[in-house]
């Protein structure tokens, strides 16, 4: 199946100023079946992961975000979340502003040191992927393609 490249979306209607392109409802649609198979080859690989809808908050549960984003950055990107406990464990009430600090930071490692890892573990599985810088030190880890399909 070929699937639209969302970064050509990105350029259309970002940077050109364009409107979405015609038929992007049957893009988004394909976005979510390429969500529904990287969420199947999570969970067979044993690894926690769930479709996050927009109006679902992005914690609670912890494990692997697979996003459809309908705008900007566009297209299937995953993410991770940490548990709802994580700021009560790391961070007690009368923390200094210095440890506070270090528990973010702490957390905003674990994050990404998770989504490599996931990132890595979906390509050796045959997904097409790719880290495209977003702002600072921020990356949207995205996937492209199934195994067997191909971006256009």
């Known amino acids: 199946m070929k699937v639209v ?11 050109q100023h364009l409107p979405l392109p015609d038929g992007y409802g049957e893009i988004v649609d394909q976005w979510r079946q390429l969500a529904g198979r990287v969420n199947s080859a999570l969970t067979n690989a044993g690894i ?7 109006q679902d908050p992005p914690w609670g549960i912890p494990g692997v975000l697979i996003m459809i ?3 900007n950055p566009f297209g299937v ?3 991770w979340a940490v548990g709802i406990d994580f ?3 790391y961070i007690p009430e009368d923390a200094t ?10 957390r905003v490692d674990i994050k990404t040191v998770m989504k490599q890892a996931v990132f890595d573990i979906l390509l050796t599985a045959g997904f097409a992927i790719t880290k495209d ?3 600072g030190d921020s990356y949207h880890y995205r996937v492209l393609a ?3 399909d191909y971006p256009s």
Do not use: C, Q
């Open 87 to 89: 700021d009560s464990a």
């Open 97 to 106: 502003e210095e440890r506070r600090m270090v528990a973010l930071r702490y």
């Open 146 to 148: 199934a195994p067997g």
């Open 5 to 15: 490249d969302p970064r050509k979306i990105y350029w259309t209607v970002v940077s």
């Open 77 to 79: 990107t995953i993410g």
């Open 133 to 135: 810088h977003d702002e």
């Open 69 to 71: 984003n309908t705008d």
């Open 48 to 54: 926690p992961s769930r479709i996050l809808a927009p």
